[in-house]
T-cell receptor, first 117, second 112 residues
Framework: GAVVSQHPSRVICKSGTSVKIECRSL??????MFWYRQFPKQSLMLMAT?????????EQGVEKDKFLINHASLTLSTLTVTSAHPEDSSFYIC?????????????FGSGTQLSVL | QQQVKQSPQSLIVQKGGIPIINCAYE??????FPWYQQFPGKGPALLIA?????SEKKEGRFTISFNKSAKQFSLHIMDSQPGDSATYFC???????????FGQGTRLTINP
């Protein structure tokens, strides 16, 4: 299957700082990427849809000014957690949509464990 | 109506057994049903997916059974191995793989 690379895999930061997470599609172009949040032993919660060259679409209840998304190229989307606080500590996962003709598949990155002290 | 209900929450099976994980949905507009496997600290990996025009799909040891009238689908793992121990998520999508709705997940343990 297609490969989605997410970096970093783990980050520890102080409260009040900003953290950037990168998501790259390595062997395909992705006009659409998604960002999820996952709490321990829980399902994936969609945070936002990232479209190349346009503004991201955020799900209800997700603060767009806190979770900045940039999708500047067909292979890269970034999520910046601004002024992080301990309650932002979570596992963040990106995914990228691989379209081949009318066939679509969603591939995930390996996730980023964010710990805010 | 957008929910996907997954059961059981956890499952323990002996090696060689056939674990079965079930999912149910309400939205009849869903037309894409994938299953993902997730190991601790990793992102989900696509295992197998089905569309509602078929009732069953096999890929290796993994089989999806789909019942359109009941709005249910299930994952069967044949000849299960300890390496299959992971969390499995079903999902449903409308118009393809965009904006998938995920089930709650099933923690599967295969005992040696």
């Amino acid at each position: 299957g297609a490969v989605v690379s997410q970096h970093p895999s783990r980050v520890i930061c102080k409260s009040g700082t900003s953290v950037k997470i990168e998501c790259r599609s390595l062997d395909f172009q992705a006009t659409t990427m998604f960002w999820y949040r996952q709490f321990p032993k829980q399902s994936l919660m969609l945070m936002a849809t990232s479209n190349e060259g346009s503004k991201a679409t955020y799900e209800q209840g997700v603060e767009k000014d806190k979770f900045l998304i940039n999708h500047a190229s067909l292979t890269l989307s970034t999520l910046t957690v601004t002024s992080a606080h301990p309650e932002d500590s979570s596992f963040y996962i990106c995914s990228a949509l691989d379209r081949v003709g009318t066939n679509e598949k969603l591939f995930f990155g390996s996730g980023t464990q964010l710990s805010v002290l | 109506q957008q929910q996907v209900k997954q059961s059981p929450q956890s499952l323990i099976v002996q090696k060689g057994g056939i674990p079965i994980i079930n999912c149910a949905y309400e939205n009849t507009a869903f037309d894409y049903f994938p299953w993902y496997q997730q190991f601790p600290g990793k992102g989900p990996a696509l295992l197998i997916a089905i569309r509602p025009d078929v009732s069953e799909k096999k890929e290796g040891r993994f089989t999806i059974s789909f019942n359109k009238s009941a709005k249910q689908f299930s994952l069967h793992i044949m000849d299960s191995q300890p390496g299959d121990s992971a969390t499995y998520f079903c999902a449903a999508g409308q118009g393809g793989a965009q904006k998938l709705v995920f089930g709650q997940g099933t923690r599967l343990t295969i005992n040696p």
